[in-house]
């Protein structure tokens, strides 16, 4: 089938030619020629000079991606191989430490095809399909898969149904079907996780490198609190590096086994930390009754959320979500502040903790930043796709 020709409008020729990975709706004239999800689709000047091929795959982002600036290079297996393998290479020294066996081999546009990303857990890999077009190419990416090398199991999850929401159907693809959970390490780390459960596993591996300094550095004798705390994977951190004591608070109902689950995987005595079933912001408000103070509290919350009694956007409610945590964090005491937001920039995310800082009056000093870690490459052209922020902070003084 001959590709379609989406032209771009003028102002946009040189982003494309400058290699911008995801094709946006408004930069192209003749958008309702697009047919089919998974096609393969030509970008072109207004005059039908050759700028770029991609597909399509319409996500919240854009209407798809582009794959190669070379008019004649067939979008096939082996095209999806160098792809993969690359991506493969990229992660030797992940496949060679002994104490960490969970980690992104393929990072979507950040390995050269947007819109599908690969995980591996000691040996099985989980592959996201983030649009229906992605999910036409599953034959071929499962076919490099098996030409690359033996591994247990593969699962997938397919997060592009019509409502924006995830499709809970099986998600085995081939293999040997896992027992869940499956344990695995990271840094040492033990890590119950469920690869068919839904969308989320269990574990965000985008946060190692922050559970690691929370243990290496950060917990060490203190009195930790670990808001949206899903399955506690900061809490377990910060145990292993020595805490006190750690609070884990998330309004999940599940979130309490789960959070067991991953302390008993470590050794830890659950008994010995507080693990609660609540709204966070009810959380502060009992915190400031009973005069709790901590020395160290993670703030990571989800980019929205909605509870019964308030909607949560990190874009909108971050500087009073640290203004919150400043009222039951102790002098000296430290502030993870996280969001996976990626609709604005590590800048504007320090605007807000800084606000919060502002309208409490209090004084603050960074001590260090964190973005992706290495297995989840982003396009250089593309640094909107280094979504994570991360940002440790001391508090000073009132
Ligand atoms: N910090 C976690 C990931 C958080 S995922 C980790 O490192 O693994 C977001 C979590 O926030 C979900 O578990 C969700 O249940 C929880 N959540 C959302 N709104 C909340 C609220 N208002 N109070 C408490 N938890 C909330």
Redesign the pocket.
Known sequence: MKPTELKVKASYINQYQRHFPLINKDTIINPEDIQKEGSIIHLVEPNGKFIAKGYYGKQNKGLGWVLSDKQHENIDFSFFKKKISNAIDKRKAFFQDENTNAFRIFNGEGDGIGGITIDYYDGYYVINWYSEGAYSFKETVIDVLDEIGEYKAIYEKKRFDTKGKYINDDDFVKGERGEFPIIVKENGMNYAVYLNDGA?VG??LD?RNV?KIIRDKYAKGKNVL?????????SVAAALGGAKKTTS????KR?KSKTIEQFSANGIDFEEQDIIV????D?FKYANRKNLVFDLV?L???SF?R?KK?T?STAKDYPSLIKDTIAITGKGGIIVA?TNNASFSMKKFKGFIDKGFKDSKTKYKILEEFSLPSDFQVDRNFPQGNYLKVVILEKLSH
């Open positions: 989320m574990i965000f946060q559970r670990n808001t949206f705390s899903y399955t506690g994977a900061f608070v998330d309004l999940a979130s609540m709204d966070v912001f959380y993670i990571d919350p989800p959320a509870s308030r949560f996280s």
